[in-house]
């Protein structure tokens, strides 16, 4: 072969792979910017629980599922005929793009109508971006290039191309576009795609630069002994499984933070892309992290050591990156060759799409709490390859035994925060030390993990459920009941004994915002009538008297029971006025109904993590529709991570409203109040003027981002101090 012979195939080769890394990039990338993009649409319908977000990847990992057990049957087929018959997968669903929400898809169960409406709306498009990953793969295997023998790192290009597509929505397309122009630049890159597999397919069938027999190529020495299929599906069960816990348990008991929902599917790509590069040897040194990460996650996880928010966020993630590369390399280290590749990823996605249902759709069934991710923990530590030891004799081993026992009892039977830390960090250092064994290692764990969740000194729980919305607590602190979700209270009540004070405290407490504009309408001779969209307690309740009403919008039956049970909390029950309850999306039901409240209190953003679509332009202006014509409109914005007042102001300027500002703090005198921030808006001058009359209340300024339902920007707001 000539010099420009030489010059010319290694082009060919350069292009040749330039080409396939391109579609692996850009098909993966689309599949991880579909995703947000698709959940963004369902908010006005199904609200912003955490729930939504995991029941949506439960349906994206089918489709996943699905498309890599349609890219395994099509080896059977002809080349030729498998190409064009990919391309015609992919091209057809460019008829139903751009997407958009469907209507008419109604369902009594929440889960069931998300999996409905997704499949609908996204299904044939992300169907066939599915196949792209297996099939790219096993095309590249089939080429005449020199590292067609091993085709996975484009696995790893796809990964990357995941996680960029991942990122680009929240800080890219979600700030620059609307809903609609979001799905014509997915629209865009979709057919994009399509070209380049085009021309893939025109390659082939024109040059023909393939191997007729790849199953003759010499499989290299780590694809000689492939692991076994129960192998695969367990190692990719573990990280998609631990991966919805973390998520669950950061979003939920440490801080509903914007985009935290985000970062553990990025460490969860980006373990994909490390361990798939196909070179380092960096297995044991992650294996032995793992092993001494997973003691204080344990620890943390069961509610020891959670206050300090940097650790509580940072164990959780740093343990679940090194858990979902320990195993994901693992797999990589017993691929098989390139003529088991598409039953390879079959059986991975098998494991991940087990994860993601055990972790979405089984444990929010069977646990109270987020008790999967403590269990996830623990079968992490059974990724742990085995290290050998020095021998240690017998009478070392069962004194290590007897200190490691003590340490576990007396931290359960220790008075302090601080002393059960240390004494369940011992127990750890003890465990970490004297168990060279994987089984070992994990049996400590559970123990570590059993007498750490028993309850120490401070709190009592009185009641608790998870649904499909939230994960919920009433607790016993002191004097006070306290509703909480997560972290985040949604109400409080003193008790004395046996016997509950009426009168309202925490962010309700008649000193602040909301109690003063409460008080004015309680001074009016006619009666009122309140809205109020979230219930949490109830305590609002206890700001009406004989002859005036009072309906509360809550979406979810279990903070209703809990306000019901006059042993948790009484507003409901000993208001003087009259109360009603209405199940359902606050939105959803305003319209339905169409009151005509003199007050509607919006109160769903006490949370961190905010229902978005009941804050947007269309939701104001129902509201306003829902109050009479001198009625106001009254919004909750405390938040510890969102500065929600610069989005409702623009709003409240948009539509020319009169609007008022109040960002409380209590005095010392104010025992049980809370601060907090609320906005008074509302077309009457004189209305809003009455209703605010206070020095806590100010003007408000209408220059922040206007949010539609077309359009939001929750990065804008984030307070990243």
Avoid: C
Wanted: aromatic residues 10%; glycine residues 10%.
């Amino acid at each position: 072969m000539t010099t420009q012979s030489l010059v010319d195939q290694r082009r060919s080769w350069a292009a040749l792979l330039g080409t396939y890394v391109t579609v692996s990039f850009i098909s993966a990338g689309l599949v991880f910017l579909v995703q947000p993009m698709a959940t963004r649409l369902l908010l006005p319908r199904f609200g912003g629980s955490a729930a939504v977000w995991n029941t949506a990847m439960v349906v994206f990992q089918s489709l996943l599922l699905g498309g890599y057990l349609f890219a395994h049957a099509m080896v059977r087929l002809a080349p030729g005929m498998r190409r064009l018959i990919q391309l015609l997968v992919v091209g057809v669903p460019i008829l139903t793009l751009p997407f958009s929400l469907p209507g008419g898809l109604t369902e009594e169960s929440p889960t069931l109508a998300v999996i409905l409406t997704l499949s609908v709306m996204v299904g044939a498009p992300y169907f066939a971006l599915t196949t792209m990953s297996p099939t790219i793969q096993r095309w590249f295997g089939e080429t005449n290039h020199p590292l067609a023998h091993n085709p996975y790192p484009l696995y790893a290009a796809g990964n990357a191309g995941s996680i960029i597509g991942l990122l680009a929505y929240p800080l890219i397309l979600e700030p620059l576009f609307d809903l609609r122009r979001q799905a014509v630049a997915f629209m865009v890159g979709y057919v994009v795609l399509a070209v380049l597999l085009g021309l893939i397919v025109w390659f082939y069938l024109s040059r023909r630069e393939v191997r007729t027999n790849i199953a003759a190529v010499a499989p290299s020495a780590a694809e000689a002994a492939p692991i076994s299929a129960g192998r695969i599906i367990y190692l990719s069960f573990i990280p998609s499984f631990l991966l919805l816990g973390v998520t669950r348990h950061i979003s939920t008991d440490v801080a509903a933070f914007p985009l935290l929902w985000i970062v553990p599917l990025v460490m969860y790509l980006g373990s994909f892309v490390v361990s798939f590069r196909g070179d380092g040897q960096a297995l044991p040194i992650a294996g032995r992290a793992l092993r001494l990460v997973l003691i204080p996650a344990v620890i943390i996880a069961t509610g020891a050591a959670s206050r300090v928010l940097a650790v509580a966020i940072t164990i959780p993630m740093v343990v679940f990156a090194l858990a979902a590369y320990v195993a994901h390399r693992q797999l990589y280290d017993g691929r098989p060759g390139v003529d088991g590749l598409t039953r390879f990823y079959l059986l991975l996605s098998v494991g991940g799409l087990l994860g993601g249902i055990a972790g979405a759709l089984v444990a929010p069934v069977a646990f109270n709490s987020i008790l999967e991710y403590p269990i996830g923990l623990v079968l992490a530590a059974t990724l742990l390859v085995p290290q050998r030891i020095a021998a240690l004799r017998l009478s070392t081993r069962l004194l290590a035994l007897v200190l490691f026992v003590s340490a576990l009892g007396l931290g359960a039977l220790a008075g302090t925060d601080l002393s059960r830390l240390l004494l369940f960090g011992l127990a750890g250092v003890i465990a970490y030390a004297w168990s060279g064994r994987a089984w070992v290692f994990t049996a400590a764990l559970v123990l570590i993990a059993l007498i750490v969740a028993q309850p120490g000194a401070g709190s009592k729980v009185l009641a608790a459920e998870r649904t499909f919305y939230g994960v919920y607590q009433v607790r016993e602190l002191s004097d006070v009941h306290v509703l909480l979700s997560g972290t985040t209270i949604h109400g409080a009540q003193i008790w004395v004994g046996d016997e509950a004070d009426p009168a309202a405290i925490g962010y309700y407490d008649v000193a602040g915002p909301v109690g003063h504009v409460l008080a004015h309408y309680a001074d009016r001779p006619e009666p009122i009538d309140v809205g109020v969209v979230g219930l949490g307690a109830g305590a609002l309740a206890a700001y009406v008297d004989e002859g005036d009403s009072m309906t509360f919008y809550e979406i979810d039956e279990a903070v209703v029971a809990f306000a019901k049970d006059p042993k948790l909390f009484t507003y409901l029950s000993s208001s003087g006025g009259s109360i009603g309850v209405v199940l359902g999306d606050g939105r959803i039901e305003l319209e339905r109904i169409a009151p005509k409240h003199d007050v509607l209190i919006i109160d769903a953003f006490s949370s961190d993590s905010i229902p978005i679509h009941l804050m947007t332009l269309e939701a104001v202006e129902l509201y306003l529709d829902s109050v009479k014509a001198d009625g106001i409109v009254v919004f909750h914005i405390s938040n510890r991570h969102l500065a929600l007042e610069p989005v409702v102001g623009r709003i409240g300027a948009e539509l020319g409203l009169e609007r008022r500002v109040a960002a409380f703090q209590p005095s010392a005198e104010d025992t049980y109040a809370s601060p907090s921030i609320w906005v008074v808006m509302g077309r009457s001058e004189a209305a809003v003027a009455a209703a605010t009359d206070h020095p806590m209340w100010t003007g408000m300024a209408g220059d922040g981002p206007l949010w539609t339902d077309n359009y939001s920007n929750v990065v804008s707001v984030i307070r990243w101090k």
